[in-house]
């Protein structure tokens, strides 16, 4: 390992992007090289399908749309014609999601005309802008300009897991959105913009709520509180905003969220157990038989608090004392891999601990550095981030199934190897945002 002479000091002046333009680390080359082979590997099993062996679907996806597209956006249409009044609940299909999600979709449809295409360009600015901002940071840190643009360009252009969000039109991209800005508040040591964000961002959806551990860890107890009171803010005015009475509104969203756990939760939908990454979707997948729906409600709240036990145990014992790429890598897969229902969409969330690992692999390369687990975790990483949805068996995708294990796999290296060294200056905050 890379050993630091003299103070502190010294070795954060080491950090600084050598005089030479560098080549990208080999961890990054073997990321793009295995996600480009999957993506190979996915197109041609689907052009052979379709054009060898006449086979429709599930052998004809991603390139030809599984039914309708963006049908999670547009799907809702008609109830946002009487937002704010009580048919919003009864003009169209059920509402499914926390109250401060219906505030993002009346965002998008608030706005007359071109609503599908304000929300596709919102996806994809999003991630442009979060490309350019890591490709700077890559460049500060010695990396060619051609060779940066190359990696992020075709890390962009391979990333399924954006595909499949702009094909599904999921409003998971705001969540998305409200994290990575949390992340980037709390590197830049604004831990009270960080703390509000990931409380907005649990209102949304709850299980954003665990990197309330990142605060936890630095012993930021207040701005914990201070999430807390953001997340329980967030609702409840989002329910007085969708009115016109707060009580009826909580029932509908409440009602809607039930229907959600009887739906997705608690049956075995064939056509989106493949694209299901849960640790209970692998379950459901698994089993044999499937009890009444009675006995699996049943057996998914012990799951419930299985995993919310399981998850505390973790993090108290072996998570909160691991440096802080590898806290944000843990409880970023726990909270798309411990929600009874987790679709590839989520999987954007992987983008926030694969930069910060992208941004850890490029000093080590500098300094010839051979950090143990790095190579195997963007190998999970490329696996995680590119289709499986070749992988049949009776007509049944089970990719998602696949991405279960790796998830369970890179958690285990996550725990298993801190992703640190002296040559990082212990992972300070400016070591990764510096020229962010």
Known sequence: MFKVRGNRME????????????????????????????????????????????????????????????????????????????????????????????????????????????????????????????????????????????????????????????????????????????????????????????????????????????????????????????????????????????????RQINSGLDEFRTTYMLHLRLDEIGFDHSLFGLYKRLSPQLPPMPALSRILTLYLAAAAATGVALYLFRIRKLPLVNQVLCLCIGSILLPPVSYDYTLMHLYIPWALLVLFAQPMRVHRVTVPGLTAAFVCLAVLVSPETEFIYHRIVFGGQIKAVVLIVLMGIGLRYPFSDEAAASYSPSFFTSSL
């Not at 054009?51 to 597209?69: S, V």
Request: net charge positive; proline share 6%.
């Open 11 to 250: 070795a954060k002046s080491k950090i600084g992007p050598p005089t030479e333009s560098m080549g990208l680390a080999p961890g990054l080359k073997t990321f793009l090289a295995l996600q480009a082979a999957l993506i190979v590997l996915c197109f041609a099993s689907e052009l052979f399908c379709r054009h060898a062996l006449r086979l429709g679907a599930p052998f004809d996806y991603p390139l030809k749309a599984r039914g309708q597209n963006q049908f999670d956006f547009v799907g809702y249409w008609t109830n946002f014609e009487y937002f704010r009044r009580p048919r919003f609940f009864t003009n169209g299909p059920p509402f499914l999601y926390p109250a401060p999600l219906a505030i993002a979709y009346w965002a998008f449809y608030a706005i007359p005309h071109h609503q599908l295409r304000l929300f596709l360009g919102f996806i994809l600015a999003s991630f442009l802008v979060a490309g350019c901002l890591l490709g700077r940071a890559l460049v500060r840190r010695g990396v060619g300009l051609i060779e940066t643009t190359y990696f992020i360009g075709l890390s962009l252009a391979f990333a399924y897991p954006v595909w499949f969000e702009f094909k599904q039109g999921n409003i998971e991209i705001c969540v998305w959105v409200v994290v990575a800005l949390g992340m980037w508040a709390l590197f830049r040591q604004r831990t009270y913009t960080a703390a509000a964000c990931f409380g907005v961002a649990g209102a949304m959806k709850f299980f954003p709520l665990v990197y309330l551990g990142l605060l936890l860890s630095r012993r930021r107890y207040r701005e914990t509180m201070f999430a807390v009171g953001v997340d329980v803010f967030t609702t409840l005015v989002s329910v007085w905003f969708i009115g016109p009475n707060f009580i009826a509104t909580w």
